[in-house]
């Protein structure tokens, strides 16, 4: 009966669905559980105080780690941050807040181009501007790199969060006598302030695990630099480009070091990814 | 000859739960009770959305359902082809029978039930990816027909049986949404009726389209209950004392009277009845 | 009611002197145009500086000599074509895409229509996790776990049997290390899914409750409720989500170049080595010393960007044709 088989099929689909499903997060489950398992070993005292130096010292069993690789991430990171927040909002805060800005459409168009541009080649820009004219590989160059990335990011995510505040509420402020950059800056934005974190929480986390833009900017480090300044004017050692370094590597110590890196570029994805979410639906249900 | 008929029955197949044409012929005589709920009522959680209706609905004639917004009217409408199935929390005690036969009842398939009691909506709701040819033959395609001469015959007939065969016969192929609101509401009126409903529900039919729309549907509906039974929810009186043999009023869940239109519009039994159609609240 | 205070009627109604109110607003004005425009220049300098610093490449081998050309020698003649990159990144992304679409698509609909609130939330958020995954951690991964299991599982049981029976099918299977297209390929589809899935499923979500009920009043299952009324509807949207996995798999950077192979000439097989524009750059660039072969990786950046401008734009003409809106299709 013709029936008979549509309700068969109904019932296949959603075996077939669901099936799909759980094959589709299998293979998350299962990377997120090797990493663990493998650099759990790695992660000890000396990863985080001791820096990489050569080969040598690792296959000799000498004191080892990844301190001058974390420091630097966060140097670079922070400085990206710093370059591109302001940036960032400020684009952002142009789109929504004046929305009949003539070079508005011109601004979202190439703001979502940049979007869907890969980071390699973000990290070839920053070579060209900043690497030649220094004749060095630098922590500088590479923030700037990760501050290319997270720029558009930061940019179409404040624009949502301010677009999402109704228009009367800056009405308000404007029949109260404020001019509009008070409006602006003393309401909509602390207002928004949840989203805008979020958007920021957000871009950080993506540029936080890119390694191409650094392989060619930070460069990497196998020490750490001997001068403070050299964090920013010398090659510096980032998570991801040292992971991917270890695990090409030929070294077994090396690759178990990997993935100790593995498990704190993981951690830091997940928390910033756990708090993003947690902080975006907190907001929603508070509009409510 | 020969041929019509074995097409006639590709399409009131068996299958989907109509009896042999002898049975049928008797219960689709004038007046007969075509449907009949029996204690029917409607819960969303601890909430009572329709509670305790009895009605029957007469074959080949009009009933009208009315009453203030949020009276159970819709609830009770979507009750008869068991649209609540799919709301989550929703659930039906009582009877509604079909030809006699509970659609209820635990082993009743309600894909069976939804060929044979169909529905238009308030709101017109072609595909808007689908021409209007295939939107009218979507009913069909579901159970496997796809001779073609087969399907421009019922395309022919249920958009003349909508009033609506004249205005497109020429674009077909045109997506169905390049129709007016009026003529897209005529569309899912054809489409509906292409799989040869015995009940066609109607929930506020022409309550978002213009006068001369809405005209045009009541027009065509003088002439559909001769071959469809009608259920009509409706919020305009007047329409409903313009189009319906019968006319349930509902209030806050609540079936207050059922009576012939000529006398609930003229002479109603009960006094919210009364209050109601005078304007007196709602 | 308490005697008006003079004093304090006087302060609340100041008003703050124009000055204050015009100049403010220009300075802000201008400050957040600044800011605009440096988005904008940054976008417009992508191009430019890509352009400049690839020049060289383009200039000695021609625009369109430079991407047809099939030798890549660093080494001897210092000759450099594109070609084998340009068609490593067209076979993987366009291959990882039809390899992620079907589940991708089926995760969508299993979220937004079948399962309830709170599994869909969980298996949204999972999904969207997977992109959050650093490229370089599923690099790993694949280097020590997936591409030698890929290798022991299916690879070298192949190549064995073709060795066997059809040597013929040999050059078409390729070396069967482990590290080279198909594991790049099957790697990638896994990590562009969650972006067809996240879009296909806010479209499917978008889908109005009433055309749902239109094609269950007609009498359909579940599933023919959503092949009938629910995915045409949400194309446009699926489609995007299609098009964004794709310009994804384009850029797709490090897991792809651990897990390539590597190989810098035509032509590619099955199972064996090869190489993708990004993969080249990131293998070459720090050995990169003499101008020309650095101009030739800048140029290769240059063309990649061309390419994903060109899917961007393509996504855009699409969306618009495809999209639905309010009952009417576009």
């Known amino acids: 009966m013709n029936l008979k088989r549509r309700h068969w099929r109904d019932r296949l689909m959603l075996g077939v669905l669901s099936a799909a499903t759980v094959l589709v997060l299998i293979p998350l489950f299962i990377v997120i559980v090797y990493v663990v398992v493998q650099g759990i070993g790695a992660l000890n005292g000396d990863f985080f105080t001791k820096e990489l130096g050569s080969p040598a010292r690792a296959q000799m069993g000498q004191e080892t780690g990844l301190v001058h690789t974390i420091l630097g991430t966060m140097v670079v990171d922070l400085l990206a941050l710093l370059l591109a927040v302001p940036l960032g909002i400020g684009a952002g805060i142009m789109l929504s807040e004046y929305p009949d800005h003539r070079?508005?459409?011109?601004?979202?168009?190439?703001?979502?181009?940049?979007?869907?541009?890969?980071?390699?080649?973000?990290?070839?820009?920053?070579?060209?501007?900043?690497?030649?004219?220094?004749?060095?590989?630098?922590?500088?160059?590479?923030?700037?790199?990760?501050?290319?990335?997270?720029?558009?990011?930061?940019?179409?995510?404040?624009?949502?969060?301010?677009?999402?505040?109704?228009?009367?509420?800056?009405?308000?402020?404007?029949?109260?006598?404020?001019?509009?950059?008070?409006?602006?800056?003393s309401t909509i934005i602390p207002t928004a302030r949840v989203g805008l974190m979020t958007g920021i929480l957000i871009a950080f986390a993506r540029a936080a695990g890119e390694a191409a833009p650094l392989l060619f900017t930070s460069f990497g480090n196998n020490y750490l630099p001997s001068h403070w300044s050299g964090w920013l004017l010398g090659p510096v050692d980032t998570l991801p480009q040292r992971l991917y370094s270890l695990a090409i590597s030929p070294y077994k110590q090396w690759h178990e070091m990997g993935w100790a890196a593995g498990i704190i570029l993981l951690s830091m994805v997940i928390v910033a990814f756990v708090i993003g979410r947690l902080a975006w639906s907190g907001s929603r249900v508070a509009k409510r | 000859m020969e041929q019509a008929e074995a097409r006639k029955s590709l399409v009131t197949r068996a299958p989907y739960g109509r009896r042999p044409e002898g049975q049928a012929a008797e219960l689709r005589e004038l007046g007969k009770v075509r449907m009949q709920t029996r204690s029917l009522s409607v819960h969303y959680g601890t909430a009572v959305g329709v509670h305790d209706v009895t009605l029957p609905i007469y074959n080949q004639q009009i009933t009208a359902l009315i009453g203030p917004s949020g009276c159970g009217k819709t609830t009770f409408l979507r009750a008869l082809n068991r649209m609540h199935d799919q709301t989550r929390g929703a659930r039906v005690t009582g009877q509604a029978l079909l030809d006699g036969e509970d659609i209820y009842a635990p082993k009743i398939d309600p894909v069976i039930i939804?060929?044979?009691?169909?529905?238009?909506?308030?709101?017109?709701?072609?595909?808007?990816?689908?021409?209007?040819?295939?939107?009218?033959?979507?009913?069909?395609?579901?159970?496997?027909?796809?001779?073609?001469?087969?399907?421009?015959?019922v395309v022919e007939r249920a958009l003349h049986q909508a009033a609506l065969w004249d205005e497109v016969k020429d674009r077909l192929r045109n997506p169905g949404g390049s129709l007016s609101g009026g003529q897209q509401q005529r569309l899912s009126i054809a489409r509906a009726l292409a799989v040869e409903p015995e009940v066609l529900l109607m929930d506020e039919p022409t309550s978002s389209l213009d006068p001369q729309s809405t005209m045009r549907i009541e027009e065509l509906m003088a002439e559909l209950k001769t071959q469809v039974t009608i259920v009509i929810v409706t919020h305009n009186m007047q329409q409903a004392s313009r189009i319906s043999d019968h006319t349930a009023f509902f209030y806050v869940g609540d079936l207050v009277e059922f009576n012939p239109t000529r006398k609930m519009f003229t002479n109603p039994d009960e006094d919210r009845t009364e209050d109601y159609i005078t304007g007196r609240f709602g | 009611m308490p005697a008006a205070n003079p004093a304090i009627s006087a302060a609340v109604r100041r008003i703050p002197p124009p000055i204050y109110r015009w100049l403010g607003d220009r300075i802000f004005l201008a400050g957040v145009v600044l800011f605009g425009l440096s988005v904008m220049a940054l976008a417009v300098s992508l191009a430019l500086v890509l352009y400049r610093e690839g020049a060289a490449a383009i200039t000695t081998f021609g625009f369109f000599g430079f991407l047809k050309g099939t030798t890549w020698d660093p080494a001897l003649r210092l000759e450099f074509g594109a070609l084998p990159f340009l068609i490593g990144t067209l076979v993987t992304s366009i291959a990882a895409l039809a390899l992620s679409f079907p589940p991708a698509i089926a995760v969508a609909i299993f979220s937004a229509e079948y399962a309830p609130r709170w599994l869909a939330h969980i298996i949204d958020g999972l999904v969207d996790l997977i992109a959050a995954v650093p490229s370089v951690v599923v690099g790993i991964w694949g280097i020590f776990v997936?591409?030698?299991?890929?290798?022991?599982?299916?690879?070298?049981?192949?190549?064995?049997?073709?060795?066997?029976?059809?040597?013929?099918?040999?050059?078409?299977?390729?070396?069967?290390?482990?590290?080279?297209?198909?594991?790049?390929?099957?790697?990638?589809?896994?990590?562009?899914?969650?972006?067809?899935?996240?879009?296909?499923?806010?479209?499917?979500?978008?889908?109005?409750k009433e055309q749902r009920e239109a094609a269950l009043a007609l009498g359909a299952t579940r599933w023919e409720v959503i092949r009938m009324a629910v995915l045409p509807y949400a194309r446009s949207g699926i489609i995007a989500g299609a098009i964004l996995s794709f310009g994804r798999a384009i850029g797709e950077t490090m897991a792809v170049a651990m897990l390539i192979g590597n190989k810098n000439t035509l032509p590619f097989n099955l199972f064996g080595a090869a190489a993708t524009m990004p993969s080249?750059?990131?293998n070459e660039f720090r050995e990169a010393v003499e101008n020309l072969h650095l101009s030739s990786l800048m140029a290769i950046g240059f063309y990649l960007f061309l390419i994903s401008l060109l899917v961007n734009l393509f996504a855009a003409y699409l969306q618009r044709k495809m999209a639905v809106s309010g009952g009417r299709a576009v």
């Open chain 3, 280 to 282: 080249v750059i990131v």
């Open chain 2, 114 to 153: 939804r060929r044979r009691v169909g529905m238009v909506f308030q709101k017109p709701t072609p595909f808007p990816t689908m021409s209007i040819y295939d939107n009218v033959v979507a009913g069909l395609k579901l159970v496997g027909i796809r001779n073609t001469a087969l399907l421009d015959e």
């Open chain 3, 146 to 208: 997936f591409a030698p299991w890929m290798r022991e599982t299916f690879y070298m049981p192949a190549y064995l049997w073709a060795a066997d029976r059809h040597p013929d099918l040999l050059p078409l299977l390729g070396s069967p290390i482990g590290y080279g297209m198909t594991t790049a390929v099957i790697v990638l589809a896994l990590m562009i899914i969650p972006f067809t899935a996240a879009l296909s499923r806010d479209a499917i979500r978008l889908v109005p």
């Open chain 1, 103 to 185: 070079l508005n459409p011109l601004l979202r168009l190439l703001n979502d181009t940049l979007n869907g541009m890969p980071a390699i080649l973000k990290g070839l820009l920053a070579f060209a501007l900043i690497v030649k004219p220094m004749g060095t590989f630098s922590g500088f160059a590479g923030a700037v790199a990760l501050a290319f990335v997270m720029l558009p990011i930061i940019a179409r995510t404040t624009e949502s969060a301010l677009m999402i505040i109704p228009w009367s509420i800056r009405e308000a402020g404007l029949a109260l006598g404020l001019p509009r950059w008070r409006v602006v800056l």
